[in-house]
């Protein structure tokens, strides 16, 4: 059960005054930055799709900074970072209708350099939105009615589009297509009880057909790289919905676990596929419940691979989390790879080596790019808190560059990087 917690008149003076910020931002670049650039659309579709993916690339971290400037929510990030150097898909669990926010902060800070470029899934109702719904048209979101039918031409579509786009990208699913509650609980045991599954209490059971035909498509294309699974948490405050935002009522902790899977490993057949996410998301379940108990997620070290042994930490009432301590517990029960999985891992180990000679080079130039040793590394100026606020404010009104607000914000207050250490 989720605790209710008292919002003061501050608390929503400062979540409404949030909420009215970051809506004239998107107005701002939408009308100043996106409109002008449409023309392209028609006389460079490339060009166009470049440059308005780099437009909302720069507007992603002032969400991050003002999160932080606003609320002082703090991101604890664990497991494999994602390499913005390889096309892929993102899978997680969708725990309240605001998890797009937090995954913003997130992405920020473990995906280095910072230069995604993710395609989110969303319902078709988001896309009528004024002001968010014409951005996230304009960066090619992907759209679906819950009409597999129609939805398929649709996904069909876009994927082609960006596969053709000379550019990497993720998409970013939801597999359980909505956020948890009762009622989408009591749905989902319905439909585990029908299935003869097991019935999940911290995840709903995963629709895969989408989730499926997009890794086909995507592998087909010579796009697929990586699934990267995240699974979110909140040990705290849980927003629920828009309206907790408009109250004040923000978390101040969100945890994110970040695991990744080679596409060399993946099943090609579609029901293979199926079944696969389906023993992700048992995982998912046990990991949750897990946090939920202790508050955090586990951490281990994984195979010394050329990009996977490049995780992060949480630090544990002063402890990072591989020392011995007391809120460590036993991991057997929760490792991700089932024996099913596994099958299918051993089934797909004579990939293609051009695949893995791509690969390599892809994770090279990810290491090539950024200082492990102190990814975090920032600059020795120090501005104020207060010039960050100001500068916000003057970019909202001025075309909006509002990446160097979280940039003047992060190299003035160093918490992030504080409570994620890099594994020795």
Not at 292 to 311: A, G, Q
Not at 319 to 337: C, I
């Amino acid at each position: 059960m989720v605790k209710k917690i008292k919002i003061n008149m501050k608390d929503r003076i400062i979540g409404l005054l949030f909420v009215i910020i970051w809506y004239v931002s998107v107005l701002a670049g939408f009308f100043t930055l996106i409109c002008p650039i449409l023309p392209l659309a028609i006389i460079s579709p490339k060009k166009y799709r470049k440059l308005s993916d780099k437009v909302f690339g720069m507007w992603e971290p002032f969400t991050a900074a003002m999160l932080e400037i606003f609320f002082g929510t703090r991101i604890y990030l664990t497991g494999d970072k994602i390499n913005p150097y390889e096309s892929s898909v993102l899978i997680m669990n969708h725990r309240t209708r605001v998890d797009w926010g937090f995954l913003w902060l997130a992405l920020f800070h473990c995906c280095q350099p910072n230069a995604h470029n993710v395609k989110y899934v969303l319902k078709s109702s988001l896309m009528h939105l004024p002001g968010p719904g014409w951005v996230m048209q304009t960066c090619s979101f992907i759209f679906v009615h819950r009409n597999w039918s129609r939805d398929k031409f649709l996904i069909n579509q876009m994927i082609n589009y960006l596969n053709n786009s000379d550019q990497l990208y993720q998409v970013l699913i939801f597999p359980e297509g909505t956020d948890l509650t009762e009622d989408t609980i009591r749905k989902s045991h319905k439909y585990a009880d029908e299935k003869n599954y097991e019935r999940y209490y911290k995840v709903l059971h995963p629709k895969t057909s989408g989730f499926a035909f997009i890794v086909q498509k995507m592998k087909t294309g010579g796009q697929l790289k990586a699934i990267y699974d995240i699974t979110i948490g909140y040990p705290k405050t849980i927003p629920i919905s828009e309206r907790d935002l408009i109250k004040g009522k923000f978390p101040e902790e969100v945890h994110l676990h970040v695991k990744r899977y080679s596409s060399r490993i993946l099943p090609h057949q579609e029901k293979d596929l199926k079944k696969w996410l389906r023993s992700i998301w048992k995982g998912k379940e046990m990991l949750l419940q897990n946090f939920y108990t202790v508050k955090h997620f586990p951490t281990e070290k994984l195979k010394e691979d050329s990009y996977e042994n490049i995780n992060f930490q949480i630090k544990i009432n002063g402890e990072t989390s591989h020392e011995k301590s007391s809120h460590e517990f036993e991991l057997n029960s929760l490792q991700y790879t089932s024996s099913n999985e596994k099958s299918i891992i051993n089934e797909n180990a004579d990939a293609d080596d051009d695949d893995d000679d791509d690969e390599d080079e892809d994770n090279n130039k990810m290491k090539n790019s950024h200082n492990w040793n102190n990814p975090y590394k920032t600059p020795n100026y120090r501005p104020s808190h207060l010039l960050s606020i100001v500068l916000g404010f003057w970019m909202i009104l001025t075309n909006g560059f509002h990446q160097m607000v979280a940039s003047i914000y992060f190299t003035r207050y160093k918490k992030k990087p504080q409570v994620i250490k890099k594994l020795e």
